[in-house]
């Protein structure tokens, strides 16, 4: 996942497309048939699953795996183990983030909880745009899509696809790297370099559900104002 040219710099060789060439109207029309083909048999085999999905909190898809979680904006990089479930993740950093090494985000009570683990302490703050998992293939102010190949990356067979997004009232490009069969985002990388999101070690398995719970004997750093 980790040759001159664009191309060659994002995919390490490995592509069977140039990815700053435009797609042939043949592989363009595969792969819309296929998804087409993919989207139809959804609707009409499995509806009631989709619906299901339509409604839960922001959209978020039932997953269980856990992974090795690298951003990269700029100069920062930020390590961490995740663990996800539904819509339940747990971050341990491998360095502290906002003073904690481990944050668990519910989206089903709409919280995170910051575990100080060196002060015995958690806070529980609203979900941050940072703590946020992206779980789906679909990017949020996506425009457009259209695949470059097929490349395997991490263990699993995965489409290369240059996604078009609408971003401060501009347009942005990235290349994503989704596996064929849960159709979970591996890899994503801005077309400029300068930002990017990779799972490595990438284990798709159930989940207990005890990681997304509090651990004992944790006081709470940010109590409610006592009651007049």
């Known amino acids: 996942m980790r040759g001159k040219g664009t191309g060659s710099a994002v995919c ?115 979900i941050a745009r940072d703590h946020r998992l992206a779980v789906t293939e679909t990017m949020e102010g996506e425009v457009s899509r259209e695949l470059v190949g097929d490349q395997t990356l991490n263990g699993y067979p995965t489409e290369l696809v240059e996604v078009t997004v609408s971003e401060l009232g501009g347009e942005r490009r990235y290349y994503q790297w989704v596996t064929k069969v849960q159709r979970f985002p591996v890899k994503t990388v801005s077309k400029e370099g300068s930002w990017s999101e990779e799972f490595q070690r990438l284990i798709f398995t159930e989940q207990s559900p005890f990681l997304f719970e509090l651990p004992r004997r944790l006081d709470w750093a940010n109590p409610p104002p006592p009651q007049q």
């Not at 985000?105 to 995170?112: A, F, G, N, T």
């Open 12 to 126: 390490g060789g490995a592509c069977p497309l140039t990815l700053e060439g435009k797609l042939s109207h043949a592989v363009k029309a595969s792969y819309m048939g296929k998804r087409g083909r993919r989207e139809q048999s959804q609707w009409f085999l499995g509806w009631p699953a989709a619906f299901v999905l339509a409604v839960m909190a922001d959209d978020v898809m039932a997953l269980d795996f856990s992974a090795e979680r690298i951003v990269k904006s700029g100069k920062s990089v930020v390590t961490a183990h995740i663990n996800a479930k539904d819509d339940r993740w747990r971050f341990e950093f491998a360095q502290p983030q906002e003073g904690a090494s481990i944050i668990i985000v519910r989206m089903d009570l709409r919280s995170s909880w910051l575990i100080l683990s060196k002060r015995r302490q958690y806070l529980e703050v609203p």
